[in-house]
């Protein structure tokens, strides 16, 4: 994301723009490459692109929960980072994020307007927010083992 969320969000717009099958979040791998017995267990009559793609998938769900929470290790103390990717006008309502699996914790959190409250379970880490939020937002870290 370097710290570039319109960017992102550029990019998650095209991709959802151009899914292979509209609503169902597939993509296309290459061009027709497949036997013709995978074209039909796949269940295309006349296949252009090979899909579903599940890799592409995965890195766009992956992208989308760390536009959420993402532990950046590019620093000396592992740091979660809260909400990169969230735009700025989301930050006029309240919102919640519960259950994103971390390495070796689990994490929620919740913004009410004008504090973020996380709670961490598991292992602790250096916690910042994304830079779409206040720098005066108030910052609640609660943890549990």
């Given at each position: 994301m370097l710290e570039n969320p319109d960017k992102v969000w550029k990019t998650l717009h095209w991709f959802w723009q151009h899914q292979t099958s509209p609503g169902l979040y597939t993509w296309w791998e290459g061009e027709k490459r497949l036997s013709t017995r995978w074209e039909s267990?796949?269940?295309w009559v006349?296949?252009?692109p090979v899909t579903p793609h599940y890799w592409t998938a995965a890195e766009m769900l992956l992208l989308q929960l760390d536009m959420l929470v993402y532990l950046d290790n590019s620093e000396t103390?592992?740091?979660l980072v809260i909400g990169a990717g969230i735009p700025k006008e989301w930050?006029?309502?309240t919102m919640a994020v519960k259950g994103l699996s971390l390495p070796?914790?689990?994490v929620d959190w919740q913004w009410d307007g004008k504090q973020i409250n996380v709670m961490l379970r598991g292992e602790r880490y250096k916690v910042r927010l994304g830079?779409?939020?206040p720098a005066e937002t108030l910052l609640q870290i609660h943890s549990s083992r």
């Open positions: 267990i796949r269940g006349s296949p252009n103390e592992p740091t930050l006029n309502q070796n914790s689990q830079s779409a939020f």
